[in-house]
C-alpha cells in the first residue's frame, strides 16, 4: 500500500509499503477513507519530536471501513465505516475506567522510553514516534487499529466522513480544552492561536455557554475565520497590546478563562538537562511560541482557568510562576481524552449544532501529502486544514 512516511526533518514521503496485519485478536484493519494532517504532524515534520525513525507512517486522524476483524472484535463487523481516536486505550485499566484515555497504562509498548522522560508514559498514539509506541500511523491507504473493541465509533448514516473525521481528534481536543475552562454563563473566554484546535475551542466554548470569545492571532485569514465561523471576536497581537485590550473589552477583569492552543514546537530529549541545554542552544527561532503561554497566564483574570490543548514535550523556560500563583489560577492541560467525548459530540453532529466540516481548507491524494506538509507548514492558500484522499 501507500502510506506517508516521515524521512527526516522536513520530508515526508509517499512511500509502497507493507499492508498492515492483524497482530493481535483485538485489533481490527481500516481502510482507509480520508485522513488529516494535524498541527502535531508538523512538530513531527519539524524534526522537534524524539525517537520517529526513518520510514515511519505517520497520521492519527483516520476515518475509514473495516476490512477486517481479529477474533476477540466482537462489536465491529467487516464494512463498518469508523471514525479512529488518536489515542490507543485498552478499555479496561485504571485511568481507562476513569475515562481517563489518554492515559492508558497498556497501550504504549514502549512506556519505558516515555517513563525516562516524564516520569510515567502516557497512551501510544498512532504516528506519533517510538517513545509514544512506535504504531503506524493513518496517513496511508490502510491501518491496523489495537484494542478495536474501545476506540473505532461507528459512524451514522446521515454524518458524512469529512462531518466525522475530525472526532478523531481536533474537535474532542478544542472541546476537552473549553470543557477545562470550567465554563459558567457570562463567562469571557480568550484563547490563543485560530488554528483547527483553537477554532474548536471557540465553538466548543460557546455550545459551553461562554457569552463572549476572543480569538488571538496575527494571521488575518485565521483571525476572520474565527469571526465569521465561531462568533469570536479576533484581536491582532501585532497590531493591539493583547492585556491592555482585554482589560478594556472584560470591564478591567481580564477574561474568566485563556485557552493556549498554539503550544510549543516540542523539542528533543533523554534527560531533562540535555532538552534544556539543547533548547537554549537551538531554539532562538521557537521564542515566539512559549510567549503564547506566558501571555496566556499574564491575561488571564484573578481565579481564571489556563487550559492548554497546545502540544508542549518538553521543559521551558521563564515560566510566570509568580502571575499564576498571585491570581490563584487553575491549570489544565494534555492529551485529550478522545473515547470520552466522541458520543456526545457526535450528538452535537447530528443535532445540527455544529458542522465540523467547516475547517477543511484543502483536500488533496495523499500522494500529494508532501507539498501539503510544506503548504500547511507556512499557511499558504489560506491552509488551515488538510484533508487527504488515499
Ligand atoms: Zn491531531
Ligand atoms: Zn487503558
Known sequence: MRAVC???????????????????SRDCIIKVKLSAICGSDLHLYDGYIPT???????????????????NEVDNLTVGDRVVIPFPIAC??????????????????????????????????????????????????????????????MK?????????????????????????????????????????PVGLFAMKSAKLLGAERVIAIDHVPERLEKARRDADAEPLHFEKTSVLSELKEMTGGRGPDAVIEAV????????AADHFYDKAKQTL????????????????CGKGGTVSIPGVYGGIIDKMPMGAAFGKGLTFKMGQTHVQRFMNKLMG???????????????????????????????????????????
Open 6 to 24: 516521515w524521512m527526516g526533518k522536513h520530508d515526508v514521503q509517499v512511500r509502497e509499503v507493507p499492508d498492515p496485519k492483524i497482530l493481535n
Open 52 to 70: 520517529m525513525q526513518e520510514g515511519d507512517i505517520i497520521g492519527h486522524e483516520v476515518i475509514g471501513e473495516v476490512v477486517e476483524i481479529g
Open 91 to 152: 478499555g479496561s485499566c485504571h485511568y481507562c475506567k476513569h475515562e481517563q484515555h489518554a492515559l492508558c497504562d497498556n497501550s504504549n509498548p514502549n512506556a519505558h522510553m516515555a517513563e525516562a522522560a516524564y516520569g510515567y508514559s502516557p497512551a501510544g498514539i498512532f504516528g506519533y514516534s517510538h517513545m509514544l509506541g512506535g504504531y503506524a500511523g493513518g496517513q496511508a491507504e490502510y491501518m491496523r487499529v489495537p484494542f478495536a473493541d474501545v476506540g473505532p
Open 155 to 195: 459512524v451514522p448514516d446521515g454524518v458524512t466522513d469529512e462531518q466525522a473525521l475530525f472526532l478523531s481528534d481536533i474537535f474532542p481536543t478544542g472541546y476537552q480544552a473549553a470543557l477545562n475552562c470550567n465554563i459558567k454563563s457570562g463567562d469571557t473566554v480568550a484563547v490563543w492561536g485560530c488554528g
Open 263 to 270: 503550544g510549543m514546537e516540542a523539542h528533543g530529549f533523554n
Open 284 to 299: 532562538r527561532l521557537e521564542t515566539d511560541r512559549p510567549n503564547a503561554l506566558r501571555q496566556a497566564i499574564q491575561a
Open 348 to 390: 452535537h453532529i447530528e443535532d445540527g449544532d455544529i458542522d465540523p466540516s467547516f475547517i477543511i481548507s484543502h483536500r488533496v491524494p495523499l500522494v500529494e501529502a508532501p507539498a501539503a506538509y510544506e503548504m500547511f507548514k507556512h499557511k499558504r492558500n489560506n491552509c488551515i486544514k488538510v484533508v487527504l484522499h488515499p
